[in-house]
Nanobody
Framework: QVQLVESGGGLVQAGGSLRLSCAAS????????MGWYRQAPGKQRELVAA???????NYADSVKGRFTISRDNAKITVYLQMNSLKPEDTAVYYC??????????WGQGTQVTVSS
């Protein structure tokens, strides 16, 4: 069984920063990709950023230049540094782990609230 434990969410003022972490545990030795998605009230879940084990990254246009994703392959942990936060970044952020095409896991979500 694989578990993802997220941390780092919270309340911050616009322009502030937060750092999210997501650590995987269980029967896993390596992964293909890890990423962060978010879902705001009344909206669909959307990709924020993703990173492969080789280090290739992909960002949503709305966060480019403000958010940075990184990973620690040995710890199977992914981080999301969020700077210059905006109220529209408010959402529940979910960690995603892709081990193979049929082994895909989600974290429980962590709330990020940005006040104006």
């Amino acid at each position: 069984q694989v578990q993802l434990v997220e941390s780092g969410g919270g309340l911050v003022q616009a322009g502030g920063s937060l750092r999210l972490s997501c650590a995987a545990s269980g029967s896993i030795l390596r992964f293909n990709a890890m990423g962060w998605y978010r879902q705001a009230p009344g909206k669909q879940r959307e990709l924020v950023a993703a990173i492969t084990s080789g280090g290739s990254t992909n960002y949503a246009d709305s966060v480019k230049g403000r958010f940075t994703i990184s990973r620690d392959n040995a710890k199977i942990t992914v981080y999301l540094q969020m700077n210059s936060l905006k109220p529209e970044d408010t959402a529940v952020y979910y960690c995603n782990l892709v081990v193979t095409v049929i082994r895909n896991y989600w974290g429980q979500g962590t709330q990020v609230t940005v006040s104006s």
